[in-house]
């Protein structure tokens, strides 16, 4: 383990440990990426679905602890903040950009998200739970990324600067045998937004903080909510999937900071099998 990534999990457990004092961490806990997780040019992926909202001021602790997992597990995480529930609802005067989204909300709502923060690791299930606490982010991507991947993902974009006009090209290549039905699902996102954030910072006015850096923030699914059936059959080894999307990015969205995620995931269980990111820029 490298001095960075030392140092990063000394602050992610300083940041769990922000949330409850007084709770035990149960297994499993946090490792360093590596094991078998890589096979072939493919590397094992898994996703953060982060619920937050800008009214929230438990919300930048959780961020926190994202962004220092990020910082461990590198391109291993892909992290989507979701603005959702009664948290993230606009009122004047501070609270007046809407991050809400159709399909972050039909999320939150079907996953029964009923406080944040809380995150859902590749939707797969911990000790009986998928909505998680920060404190057991990091455990369960640990788990994970200790699995070979099943499949992979490769994003190719092209953006008109002019009409705002994004194709977005992925195709899905199954490494093992898959059962299906088999779905995929793309979201565009926009990274470092600045606007008020509700804190519990001391240091803020009235515990807001006004130009808060919101990260990864869902902008709109690419080919709905719960995306596409790409096989009802699911797949044999090598088998491909090509898709194709056309999507016009919001003049108030800046195209440099914002990026396309893709994940394909079961649709008897919902649990994600893979997730690939790629940035506009």
């Not at 030392?6 to 360093?32: K, Q």
């Not at 565009?188 to 903080?209: F, H, K, R, V």
Request: charged share 20%; net charge negative; hydrophobic share 35%.
């Amino acid at each position: 383990m490298t001095f960075r990534k030392i140092v990063s999990f000394f602050f992610l457990v300083l940041a769990s440990l922000a949330f409850t004092a007084c709770d035990i961490i149960e297994e499993p806990y946090m490792t360093s990426p590596g094991g078998n997780g890589n096979t072939g040019e493919v590397v094992r992926k898994v996703l953060l679905e982060e619920f937050t909202g800008h009214q929230c001021p438990n919300c930048p602790a959780g961020a926190e602890t994202a962004d220092a997992l990020k910082e461990f597990f590198g391109e291993q995480l892909v992290i989507v903040s979701i603005h959702a529930g009664f948290f993230a609802r606009t009122t004047a005067p501070h609270f007046l950009a809407d991050y809400r989204t159709s399909a972050g909300t039909e999320i939150n709502n079907y996953f029964g998200v009923a406080a944040n923060p809380a995150g859902m690791v590749n939707r797969k299930e911990f000790s009986g739970n998928r909505i998680l606490n920060p404190s057991a982010w990091g455990g369960a991507i640990s788990q994970i990324l200790e699995e070979e991947p099943q499949a992979g993902i490769e994003i190719s974009l092209s953006y008109e600067t002019t009409s705002r006009n994004l194709n977005v090209a992925i195709n899905t290549t199954a490494l093992k045998s898959l059962q299906g039905p088999l779905y995929l699902a793309a979201l565009l996102l926009e990274d470092n937004i600045l606007s008020p954030q509700q804190t519990n910072d001391s240091q803020y006015t009235n515990g807001i903080q006004e130009n808060y850096n919101h990260r990864h923030v869902l902008r709109t699914d690419i080919n709905g909510t719960w995306g596409e059936v790409i096989s009802e059959n699911g797949a044999e080894v090598n088998e491909e999937f090509p898709k194709s999307y056309n999507i016009t990015l919001d003049e108030g969205w800046n195209e440099s900071t914002c990026s396309v995620v893709a994940y394909v995931y079961s649709g008897t269980n919902m649990e994600i099998i893979h997730v690939e990111e790629k940035k506009l820029y």
